[in-house]
C-alpha cells in the first residue's frame, strides 16, 4: 500500500542478533500495529501503539520491543533474534477505534 | 478467551462455480467484523467490515453476511483472479484500541 511503506522488505540474521524492522506511514493514522503471519497461525499481534509514546503488548510479545517518537514511524525490534521469530511481519495502520487496518507489503525475516 | 475459525482451510473451485467461506468466532462482545483478502507475498486488502446480526456487504462477485455466531464469504460465479487467501477477523469489546483477532484463513484457488 503506497502510504505503509515497511522496511526491509527481507533480511537474512543470525540468531543472537537484534534486528529492527521500520513501519512509515504517510496517512497520520493514529493506530499502528505489528502482526506476524506463520503458516497455520494466521496473524498475530505483537505489539501495538496507539500514540505517540503510547504503546502496548499484544498477545506474543515475548522477544520484542517497540517505539514510536513519531506519528509516521513505529519501529519493531528483536532484541536478541531466535529460529522460532523466523516469520512474516506485517505493519498496520488505523485512523480510528473502529475502522478497518490498511496493512503495508511485509518484512520476511529469516534468523539462522 | 476470544477466537476465530476459519473454514476450509482451501477450496478449489471451477470457474463459475459459486460456493461459500466460513468464520465462526467467539467474543466477549463483538464490535466488528472484517473480511480481507491476501495475495502471495503481499499485505492483506480490506473487503468488508459488518457490525450487527442481520447485515449484509456486496462487492463485485463477494457478499459478506453476519450472524450471532458466524460470517460467510458468498462468491457468486469466482474467476480465476478471485484466487487468494481470506482472512476474517474480529473486534472484540475486550480488545481495546481497535486490536483485531485473525483467523487462519481459507485458501481459495478457482481453475478455469
Known amino acids: 500500500d503506497a502510504g505503509i511503506t515497511q522496511s526491509p522488505r527481507h533480511k537474512v540474521t543470525e540468531t543472537g542478533t537484534p534486528v529492527t524492522l521500520r513501519c512509515h506511514q504517510t496517512?497520520?493514522?493514529?493506530?499502528m500495529y505489528w502482526y506476524r503471519q506463520d503458516p497455520g497461525h494466521g496473524l498475530r499481534l505483537i505489539h501495538y501503539?496507539?500514540?505517540?509514546?503510547?504503546?502496548d503488548k499484544g498477545e506474543v510479545s515475548d522477544g520484542y520491543s517497540v517505539s514510536r517518537s513519531k506519528t509516521e514511524d513505529f519501529l519493531l525490534t528483536l532484541e536478541s533474534a531466535t529460529s522460532s521469530q523466523t516469520s512474516v511481519y506485517f505493519c498496520a495502520t488505523a485512523s480510528g477505534a473502529h475502522y478497518g487496518y490498511t496493512f503495508g507489503s511485509g518484512t520476511r525475516l529469516t534468523v539462522v | 478467551e476470544d477466537q476465530v475459525t476459519q473454514s476450509p482451510e482451501a477450496l478449489r473451485l471451477q470457474e463459475g462455480e459459486s460456493s461459500s467461506l466460513n468464520c465462526s468466532y467467539t467474543v466477549s462482545g463483538l464490535r466488528g467484523l472484517f473480511w480481507y483478502r491476501q495475495d502471495p507475498g503481499k499485505g492483506p486488502e480490506f473487503l468488508f467490515t459488518l457490525y450487527s446480526a442481520g447485515e449484509e456487504k456486496e462487492k463485485e462477485r463477494l457478499k459478506a453476511t453476519l450472524t450471532k455466531k458466524e460470517s460467510f464469504l458468498h462468491i457468486t460465479a469466482p474467476k480465476p483472479e478471485d484466487s487468494a487467501t481470506y482472512l476474517c477477523a474480529v473486534q472484540a469489546e475486550s480488545g481495546g484500541y481497535n486490536k483485531l483477532i485473525f483467523g487462519a484463513g481459507t485458501r481459495l484457488a478457482v481453475h478455469p
Open positions: 496517512e497520520n493514522h493514529r493506530y
Open positions: 501503539s496507539y500514540g505517540v509514546k503510547d504503546t
